[in-house]
């Protein structure tokens, strides 16, 4: 079975600081996909990044970046000095055949307070 | 572009009414799927539909019914509503299915209490 765990309930940081969000994954297939989502207050779901197993490179995307470890099944997103704005709930999930192909593994989230 | 739209925002229903929550994207895409999301829980798979006239049951399909008469569209139907079915709702599509790796595009989610 696909699990996704994202042991951090709760990070509160003051503005500028830099903070890690954990994700830990589990899975059989060789193949498989990983997706980072970011839920603001107002409550839709924005897509952040997604990356293939076969591709463990990381990435920077402004003040995002990603990095992923196959050897310790992690996928953690890095915001560097983060700003109020960035104050939401973070998502990570995986896909991949098991389960049927059709579906996202959610991790519970990850409640990011930024305070100035 | 509208992309994934989802009506009503918000709705109070009582024990044993029924409703419909609609669902529409204009992207057409094939694949479409209904999640719901619970404190603590993440977002869990109701059900999906790889295309029109196909539909299969997810994690949690219990008390839900859906349909898929056109590409556009999958309504997610409570029949009979209960207290446990209080949560917020999630429509998505991709152009493929989730394995891919195709980007999956949510609505902005369906905010439901069942009183």
């Known amino acids: 079975a696909q699990k996704v765990t994202q042991a951090q309930t709760e990070i509160s940081v003051v503005e500028k600081e830099d903070v890690t969000l954990d994700c830990v994954y589990e899975?059989?297939?060789?193949?498989?996909?990983l997706f980072w989502y970011k839920q603001p207050p107002s409550g839709e779901l924005v897509f952040l990044i997604r990356?293939?197993?076969?591709?463990?490179q990381n990435e920077i995307s402004g003040r995002y970046s990603w990095n992923f470890q196959k050897s310790t099944s992690s996928f953690n997103f890095t915001i560097t000095a983060s700003q109020v704005v960035d104050s939401a709930v973070y998502f990570c999930?995986?896909?991949?055949?098991?389960?049927?192909?059709?579906?996202?593994?959610f991790g519970t989230g990850t409640q990011l307070k930024v305070e100035l | 572009n509208a992309g994934v739209t989802q009506t009503p925002k918000f709705q109070v229903l009582k024990t044993g009414q029924s409703m419909t929550l609609q669902c529409a994207q204009d992207?057409?895409?094939?694949?479409m799927s209904w999640y719901r999301q619970d404190p603590g829980m993440g977002l869990r798979l109701i059900h999906y539909s790889v295309g029109a006239g196909i539909t299969d049951q997810g994690e949690v399909p219990n008390g839900y019914n859906v349909s898929r008469s056109t590409t556009e569209d999958f309504p997610l139907r409570l029949l009979s509503a209960a207290p446990s079915q209080t949560s917020v709702y999630f429509c998505?599509?991709?152009?493929?299915?989730?394995?891919?790796?195709?980007?999956?595009?949510f609505g902005e989610g369906s905010w439901l209490t069942v009183v």
């Open positions: 990356r293939n197993s076969f591709d463990e």
């Open positions: 999930a995986l896909s991949g055949l098991t389960g049927g192909g059709n579906k996202l593994t």
């Open positions: 992207m057409n895409h094939e694949y």
């Open positions: 899975t059989r297939d060789t193949t498989y996909y």
């Open positions: 998505a599509s991709s152009y493929s299915a989730a394995a891919s790796g195709n980007t999956i595009y």
